[in-house]
C-alpha cells in the first residue's frame, strides 16, 4: 500500500522556468512532510519541510505548498537550474506508529540549459 | 559537526553468504533509521531504532535484521543473502520525530 505517492516519474523544464513536483498522500495521521534531493549512488539531501498546521513554507527558491483536505503536497522551485537535475523524494510521517519516514518512489527532474 | 558515517561504501557477496553493514549517526541523534533503495522503487523502510530500540519495522523478511548500540551506532544484518538483495542501503539518524532526517552516503551492496 504506497501511502506516498508521486505519481509522473519524470518532468523536464528550461532553465530559468518553475518546475513544479507534485506528491499525494493517504494516510490522514501524516502531519509532517518533507522533500529531499538525490543525485546517483548518493544519500538524499533534506530540502525544506512543512508541518500540518501551516499551509506553505519557503526557502530560497523552494517554496512547499500542503492542500490537507486534498492529501496533497507540492514543491515549486523558482528559477530553475541545471544544477537542480536529481531526483526529488517527497516523505512524510506522523505520530506513533507512523513516526517513521515514508517515502515516495521519487521523480527525476532534467533542468535544460 | 560530522554527518551520518556508513561502511563500507560499497560490498561484493555471494549468494547465500551474509553480510554486516554500519552506520554512525550525527552526534546526540539517538534515532537511526535504515532504507532500501532499489531502481523505480523509492526508498523502502526497513527498521528504525532509538535508544537501542526497535520502533518501527518494515515489511521485510527476517533474513534482514538490525541493533543499535549505547553510543547510538547501529548496525544491519542480512543473512542468507539473494541476488534480489542487491541494492543502495542507506542509513538516517533524526535527533526528534517529526524534525528532518539527515542521510549517509549509503553502502552499495551486490550479490552475485
Known amino acids: 500500500d504506497q501511502q506516498v505517492k508521486q505519481n509522473s516519474p519524470s518532468l523536464s523544464v528550461q532553465e530559468g522556468r518553475i518546475s513544479i513536483l507534485n506528491c499525494d498522500y493517504t494516510n490522514s495521521m501524516f502531519d509532517y512532510f518533507l522533500w529531499y534531493k538525490k543525485y546517483p549512488a548518493e544519500g538524499p539531501t533534506f530540502l525544506i519541510s512543512?508541518?500540518?498546521?501551516?499551509d506553505k513554507n519557503e526557502d530560497g527558491r523552494f517554496t512547499v505548498f500542503l492542500n490537507k483536505s486534498a492529501k496533497h503536497l507540492s514543491l515549486h522551485i523558482v528559477p530553475s537550474q541545471p544544477g537542480d537535475s536529481a531526483v526529488y523524494f517527497c516523505?512524510?510521517?506522523?505520530?506513533?506508529?507512523?513516526?517513521?519516514?515514508?517515502f515516495g518512489k521519487g521523480i527525476t527532474l532534467s533542468v535544460r540549459p | 559537526k560530522a554527518g551520518v558515517t556508513q561502511t563500507p561504501r560499497y560490498l561484493i557477496k555471494t549468494r547465500g553468504q551474509q553480510v554486516t553493514l554500519s552506520c554512525s549517526p550525527i552526534?546526540?541523534?539517538?534515532?537511526v533509521s535504515w532504507y532500501q533503495q532499489t531502481p523505480g522503487q523509492g526508498l523502502q523502510f526497513l527498521f528504525e531504532?532509538?535508544?537501542?530500540?526497535?520502533?518501527n519495522k518494515g515489511n521485510f523478511p527476517g533474513r534482514f535484521s538490525g541493533r543499535q548500540f549505547s553510543n547510538s551506532r547501529s548496525e544491519m544484518n542480512v543473512s542468507t543473502l539473494e541476488l534480489g538483495d542487491s541494492a543502495l542501503y542507506l542509513c538516517a539518524s533524526r535527533g526528534q520525530i517529526n524534525t528532518e532526517a539527515f542521510f549517509g552516503q549509503g553502502t552499495r551492496l551486490t550479490v552475485v
Open positions: 516523505a512524510a510521517s506522523g505520530g506513533g506508529a507512523n513516526s517513521k519516514l515514508t
Open positions: 531504532y532509538f535508544s537501542e530500540t526497535q520502533r
Open positions: 552526534s546526540g541523534h539517538r534515532s
Open positions: 512543512i508541518s500540518s498546521i501551516k
